[in-house]
């Protein structure tokens, strides 16, 4: 493309002044973000309301010291939660400026590339095939620029723009390149005009998430359910409905699970950030969580598979029918096809093929290569198969030059069919040593005028390239890892059969016999294929309608699936796919835009992390879950049954010890438990079911065996220190003490269902070990301050009395080892 001399751009003067007039190039951000909305969720959060109201029931009761120790624990709660959401907003934050796309400007005389956000309006603006428009602005140059504007009109139908014509921000580029002039940024766009800002989507929730929301308003409306009884029974007993209400309140914060939402987020946000520092880049933190469930691989050849760069190793001479390597000394006639697929090439080209086109041109004719060749007329490329068409002026005369689909190109040419046939047998055996085969013809120019299509030319077949694209050095061991996780992978490719299955075969894929091409994949029914795209490995000769038919196949047979793509014709597959994975380097706009994740590096390795991650996140989630549930039943048990059996001691716990447990459970569930390194053959596993629970079943049912376990062991200390008599303040101090004990081993206990506690202990997490210790320190303050005893209404007792209930403990929560060990004999 012509470069504008005219056009120095703005300077950084005028950038600013511009700014300043009319804003930043941002859209509106989506609502309840920021600061207030995250403080507006905190007070709302039903934990900070009991807490109130458990603090106004102090104050109504004239005990001061409760009333400000729980004041202090609402402001540590809502620390604690706001902390967590910053956390978790600036580890999206970051992926987000990780994630921002970029622009080509023109500014002070030079092109640079900034953010989209930094774009004002007067900026050039230069966009390329398979980018999205930044702004709004205007057509100042162009080179056959079309832009599919359905995300404003509804329409699919791409709309060809000439100079002068006005182009939208949010619309993607089709085909061609473009300069613009911005004429409108950010909320001054017609797409933020219209409000239909992407940032505002809501995404949808994931099944996790789901199931997450409904457990935990289930336990609401028990934890709700039981205040009013336990009131109810307070009030009958005592007749004073303030200390009723105090006691109910007492056992609705112990019912109530409200770490298990925090944490959700927590390793979310977090288990992004981690990808993102292994060169992941998620678009959702949500994504995280459906990683460990991908069950199929759609992945595309070039420059996933194989590498990103591409030669020209031989060519086909139609003329004396007879192959030519290269590098090396070319007979004219191949010079001739050579030449013509530079001349049917990009000027400065930016495809992979192209760019080895014209690298074997200015080795082969270095003079040829420095002469220009002006651009006279384009047809982009088109046709299913595609093929590309330009119209030059090379030595004064204009030459007609097409590359393109071998098919596409015969189909044109019109050879005779015995020619046709040694063409295509020719095509199949390169093909079939894995090189990507391109045909290429040329025509004359009849008159002046163009043909509306390049199919309207009379075509002459020259021959054909053959572009080497060897698989990378760790394909073959990434495929063997998928597979040794239990998840197929399935080459979608747009290259000829006979290449697709040679690399197939080249990178160890299981089953690379079987073959679909897009065309028979448009042919079958949806029943048929669903059956058909099971057993099929391979599918070659792909564009965008028969991609998204295999992975609305695939998804239909209740496969979980990631596609990987970078070209805008992957951009459907992406978008309908479970995960959609874009290259970094390579990836169009279009197709990072519609992928839920992006390789950095181009490195399909990458996603064998990104699983790795997404498994070693849930199975820690998991923990922290059964960790909460496990924890929360003792608590809830030891405040209901003495009050519902009637024993003497009736109402053992008051808010203030509620609180500290709940300080203590919060950041070990979202914290420590987030740190948990991956598990030993966690990727020698079968992936999960996407729509499987882990709240019901056996295996909460385990977790509550756990949380009755440790139940039993406290409230027997309960009952043998009130039946010996024992002063109320030291049987409270006994029951507290193994409560909290109890908490750090169940810590222990839960870093594995299946490794004993004596392998995990010898697993690094220092955070975890961290928390384990400020609990006990929190523990002894309680039992040995003066004042910290007053406050929770201990009392001292012998050493050895502590160790009986660490020993206590220890029984509530080790029979689990004892179960891990019968079940793993």
Not at 524 to 533: F, I, K, V, Y
Not at 539 to 552: D, G, Y
Not at 592 to 610: E, I, K, N, P
Not at 717 to 732: H, N
């Amino acid at each position: 493309m012509p470069r504008l001399a005219f056009a120095p751009g703005l300077t950084s003067k005028a950038v600013l002044a511009a700014r300043l007039t009319h804003g930043p190039n941002v859209l509106p951000a989506a609502k309840g973000s920021g600061l207030l909305a995250t403080l507006r969720e905190v007070v709302l959060e039903p934990m900070f309301l009991l807490l109130l109201v458990a603090c106004a029931v102090y104050v109504g009761l004239g005990e001061v010291a409760e009333a400000i120790t729980l004041g202090v624990a609402l402001l540590v709660v809502a620390g604690i939660s706001v902390y967590q959401e910053i956390r978790s907003d600036k580890a999206l934050g970051a992926l987000r400026q990780l994630t921002q796309p970029r622009a080509q400007v023109r500014r002070n005389g030079v092109v640079a590339t900034v953010p989209v956000e930094d774009l004002v309006v007067g900026d050039a603006v230069l966009v390329a095939e398979g980018a999205r428009l930044p702004a709004d602005g205007t057509v100042t140059e162009l080179n056959d620029f079309s832009v599919d504007e359905a995300i404003l009109t509804g329409e699919a139908v791409a709309v060809a723009k000439a100079v002068g014509d006005p182009a939208f921000a949010g619309t993607s580029t089709v085909a061609g390149s473009a300069w613009l002039t911005v004429t409108a940024v950010g909320t001054g766009t017609r797409l933020g005009r219209i409000g239909q800002s992407l940032e505002a989507i809501d995404t949808e929730k994931t099944p996790l998430q789901l199931q997450v929301r409904q457990f935990v308003l289930r336990m609401a409306w028990v934890g709700a359910g039981a205040f009013v009884l336990v009131w109810g029974v307070n009030f009958a007993h005592s007749g004073n409905w303030v200390t009723a209400l105090l006691f109910g309140l007492t056992l609705a914060m112990s019912i109530l699970p409200e770490e298990i939402p925090v944490a959700f987020s927590s390793f979310m946000a977090l288990g992004a950030a981690r990808l993102s520092r292994l060169g992941v880049l998620t678009k959702q933190p949500q994504t995280v969580e459906s990683l460990g469930s991908a069950t199929v691989i759609c992945a595309d050849k070039t420059g996933t598979l194989t590498q990103e760069g591409m030669r020209v190793a031989q060519l086909y001479d139609g003329a004396t029918a007879s192959i030519v390597s290269l590098p090396g000394a070319l007979p004219p006639t191949a010079a001739q096809v050579l030449a013509c697929a530079r001349y049917a090439s990009e000027t400065e080209p930016f495809d992979a093929m192209e760019k080895a086109i014209v690298a074997a041109f200015a080795t082969a004719a270095p003079a040829a290569a420095a002469a220009p060749s002006p651009m006279l007329h384009e047809y982009p490329l088109g046709g299913t198969p595609p093929m590309m068409t330009h119209v030059r002026q090379v030595s004064g005369q204009p030459l007609v030059a097409g590359k393109g689909a071998v098919e596409h190109i015969l189909a044109v040419c019109r050879p005779a069919p015995a020619v046709a046939e040694e063409i295509r047998r020719v095509t199949r055996e390169l093909s079939g040593r894995g090189y990507r085969v391109l045909g290429v013809a040329q025509a004359a120019q009849a008159g002046p005028d163009f043909p509306a299509a390049q199919d309207d030319y009379a075509w002459e077949f020259l021959g054909l390239i053959a572009l080497e694209n060897p698989p990378k050095a760790n394909a073959a061991a990434v495929i063997q890892e998928f597979l040794a996780a239990g998840i197929q992978v399935k080459m979608i490719t747009g290259d000829f059969p006979e290449t697709a299955q040679a690399i197939a075969r080249q990178v160890g894929l299981p089953g690379a016999e079987t073959l679909l091409t897009g065309q028979q994949v448009m042919d079958l029914s949806n029943a048929e294929l669903q059956q058909q795209a099971t057993a099929t490995a391979v599918f070659a000769r792909m564009f965008p309608e028969a991609k998204l038919k295999v992975v609305e196949a695939l998804k239909a047979n209740g496969e979980v699936v990631a596609m990987t793509g970078d070209g805008v014709n992957d951009g459907p597959a992406l978008k309908a796919a479970h995960i959609g994975v874009a290259m970094g380097r390579r990836g169009t706009e279009v197709a990072r835009q519609a992928a839920s994740l992006v390789l950095v590096d181009d490195d399909l390795a990458g996603m064998v992390t990104a699983i790795a991650q997404g498994r070693r996140i849930y199975q820690n989630f998991k923990k922290a879950v059964f960790y909460v549930v496990s924890i929360h039943i003792p608590i809830v048990l030891t405040v209901a049954v003495p009050l519902l059996a009637g024993w003497e001691w009736a109402n053992l716990f008051t808010p203030v010890h509620i609180i500290f447990l709940e300080l203590v459970m919060g950041p070990t569930c979202s914290i420590a438990f987030e740190n948990e390194p991956a598990e030993a053959g966690q990727m020698q596993q079968p992936p999960r079911p996407l729509s499987s629970t882990f709240l019901a079943g056996a295996e909460l049912g385990r977790s509550l065996l756990q949380g009755l376990g440790i139940a039993a062991a406290v409230l027997g200390v309960y009952y043998a220190a009130m039946r010996l008599g024992l002063p109320l303040p030291v049987g409270r101090t006994l029951v507290f003490a193994t409560l909290v004990l109890s908490n750090v081993g169940l810590t222990l206990v839960n870093r594995s269902f299946t490794q004993s506690v004596w392998r995990t202990l010898r697993v690094p997490n220092r955070i975890l070990w961290l928390m384990l210790a400020l609990t006990l320190a929190l523990l002894l303050i309680t039992l040995l301050v003066p004042a910290a005893q007053r406050l929770f209404g201990f009392a001292p007792v012998p050493l050895a009395w502590l160790g009986g209930c660490a020993l206590a403990a220890l029984v509530g929560v080790g029979w689990v080892e004892g179960y891990k060990a019968l079940r793993h004999q």
